[in-house]
């Protein structure tokens, strides 16, 4: 009796080459819209200058945010360690989510 093979997993979405859409659906509704602002601005430069890299680099950004932010745990930890770096002050955990965010640079 031959086993038949196992399907081939499917990639993860969030893959390097992720479309903006798909890189858009796994981020959270704050970080979407910081998203979706960087974006336009992003297409806005590319329509003035015929050059699509702003648009590439704030895709990947986002979509390495969006890996980062399928551990939400984590995720909050690492943007306090990087707002504290950016301001050389402890961020604390009752600081508001989207000061934190600001203050890390996002």
Do not use: C, N
């Amino acid at each position: 009796m031959s086993v038949a093979p196992s399907p081939e997993p499917e990639p993860h979405p969030l893959l390097q080459g992720a479309s903006p859409r798909t890189v858009r659906e796994w981020l959270s509704p704050e970080l979407a819209a910081r998203f979706d602002d960087a974006y336009r601005a992003a297409i806005d430069t590319a329509r003035s200058t015929f050059e699509l890299e702003p648009v590439y680099t704030v895709v990947e950004d986002f979509r390495r945010i969006a890996i980062l932010e399928t551990d939400p745990a984590a995720f909050r930890r690492t943007m306090r360690a990087a707002a504290e770096l950016a301001t050389g002050e402890p961020s604390p955990e009752d600081e508001p989510w989207q000061t934190t965010l600001t203050k890390a640079g996002l």
